[in-house]
């Protein structure tokens, strides 16, 4: 064991310390460890909601979408979503066609997003489909010939609709008669009823066949929108290039992060705002660190002077409070980290916070704890820790044993 480590741990540990000494040393590992615990738990919410709220979007919804801007729609889909679809890195590629129309049962009314599918293909890659919690997703038409709609768990409880229900669906896209533009109006049969986990599309959305959207709205067919699902997320805004580039002029792709992009720059900022403001427990903490060795040099004063007169080298004696101060650094962060890490752990298989998923689309508080997170506040933490002992090392080093000694 080293000189320096051995001095240090003695006057870490010695029972002869004062009170008010061990009392703030003990505050300034409870420093360490509450700012090391509270950013670690804090980074993994942010975490969490970032990663929960993408899984569930990128379930339901597109990752690149092709668009033919300033047309009726997209006429040879069915051949370009074959072609397009043979891309490499293309996982699945859907025509829909969306539109918004007013749903009616039992004398109550709201407004809903309809999309327009291929059932077989859209099965395959959209999660929605796959999550009927009453009903089947099966569209076939009934035995009088009504088209099938499937709707969010959400709406449906909203205006008491189960499986097996009849539902008015208006389009404003209207037909023209003598009396001049009507609103397009039809019955369809609840088939099933979805629950996506993702707020809003359970309470505002719903499926049906691409003819069926395309007769209530009225048009040939054709549809607005060609969805692509891609082997790598991360990878869309690269694979929206070389698709739109495939399809030819006046298509135009974007991608999930361009359409969300406001949503994910705020949880970009909530983290970096949460370290910054969070970080600051730890510098408070490193302040203490400085009062411990600043009050250890002072107390023991006489005890350096003794040793720099047998030999001590002064920076044998700095090493002695650098050491002293890492060492209170590294019990309150791994501390930190241990608290910090258990709790996210049990925050997040308990559910121990609950959610209004209609505020923030989940139901609960989700903790992803990410290594390298740790890592790096381990780091900052034993930094501001070691940065703090400079002065009172400093001092110790600067210490003149004949004058401390003189009267002795």
Partial sequence: MKFEW?????????????????????LAVAGVAAGVGTLVIALAMNTGFRQTIQDRLLGVTAHVN????????????????????????????????????????????????????????????????????????DFAADADGMDAILLGRILAQELKIGAGDYVTLTSPQGRLTPYGMVPRSRRFRVAGIFDSGFYDYDANWGFMTLGAAQGLAGTSDLVNVIEFRIEQADRAAELAGVLARKAGPGYSATTWMEENRALFRALRLEKLVTTLFIGLITFVAGLNILVVLAMT???????????????????????????????????????????????????????????????????????????????????????ISVAATFVPARSAARILPVEILRYE
């Fill in 297 to 383: 040099v002072s107390d023991k004063a006489r005890d350096i002077a003794v040793l720099m007169a047998m030999g001590a080298r002064r920076e044998q004696v700095r090493n002695i409070f650098i050491l002293q101060g890492l060492a209170v650094g590294a019990v309150g962060t791994c501390a930190g980290l241990v608290a910090g890490y258990g709790i996210a752990w049990a925050a997040d298989s308990y559910r121990l916070i609950p959610l209004d998923p209609q505020v923030y689309a989940v139901p609960f508080v989700p903790f992803h704890p990410n290594g390298l997170d740790g890592a790096w506040i381990a780091a900052a933490a034993l930094a």
């Fill in 66 to 137: 092709l668009t033919r801007p300033g047309t009726d729609g997209l006429r040879d889909y069915r051949a370009l979503a074959e072609e397009l679809g043979a891309t490499p890195g293309v996982r699945a590629a859907t025509p829909a066609i969306y539109q918004t129309v007013l749903l009616s049962a039992g004398g109550r009314a709201r407004g809903i997003v309809l999309k327009g599918i291929d059932p077989e293909l859209e099965h395959r890659s959209n999660e929605a489909l796959r999550r009927v919690v009453a009903g089947a997703a």
């Fill in 6 to 26: 051995l001095v240090a741990r003695r006057y870490l540990r010695s029972p002869h310390r004062p009170a008010v000494l061990r009392l703030v040393t003990l």
